[in-house]
């Protein structure tokens, strides 16, 4: 299996596979050498759903609790053992983990999906109500004015003269030519 196939199953199937592996008597250091991961890697992903390496077995093996530290950066490191004089340091039940773990582990297999969706969001949000600004249109699009007729909707446009009102401090060339462009980019394929 290649470091991508690998990276492409879900967390539980990663574990599956290197248990197998495991129990077929290779060690985590020959996985993740063949894989091109570091052992860390396993362990951090595998905490992550409640399952930490158990050297008695040779297995990675489902916890019943995880200790968590708190870094001073407040980010929140799962840990197999952590020095109790440290402060910081709160048990949580893996029960209480439960609840939550199918849908993290979801998220986090369509987390590219999830950030484009957002990006694609953001890029297509711009409305002019709250947004209207000249300088929205490129200063190369702002040249050689024509005069063109277009029919139009008389609903539509009465509502459109009523918006022009509320910006009366432009022409309505530019409110129709970012309105334009707006719909251009949204829409364009």
């Known amino acids: 299996m290649t470091k991508e196939e690998f990276n492409n199953l879900n967390v539980l199937e990663q574990l599956g596979y290197i248990n197998d592996l495991l129990e077929e008597g290779k060690s985590l250091r020959n996985i993740s050498s063949s894989l091109g991961m570091s052992k860390t890697t396993f362990r951090e992903r595998f905490t992550k759903i409640g399952y930490l390496y158990d ?4 297995q990675y093996a489902k916890s019943n609790t ?17 020095m109790s004089n440290k402060g910081y340091i709160r048990e ?5 983990l439960q609840k939550y773990k199918y849908d993290l582990i979801e998220l986090v ?37 024509i005069n063109k007729s277009v ?8 509502l459109f003269n009523e918006l022009c009102k509320s910006y009366s401090g432009y022409k309505k060339q530019d409110l129709v030519s970012v309105a334009l462009l707006e719909f251009y980019n949204k829409y364009k394929k």
């Open 109 to 145: 297999n369509h987390k590219d999906d999830i950030l484009e969706m957002l990006e694609n969001y953001k890029n297509s949000s711009n409305v002019i109500a709250s947004q209207f600004d000249i300088d929205n249109l490129p200063k190369d699009l702002q040249k050689d004015i």
């Open 55 to 58: 050297a008695n077995t040779g």
């Open 66 to 82: 995880l200790d968590i530290q708190i870094h001073q950066d407040n980010t929140k490191v799962p840990q197999k053992s952590i």
């Open 151 to 158: 029919k139009v909707y008389k609903p539509v446009y009465k």
């Open 92 to 96: 949580i039940e893996l029960k209480e």
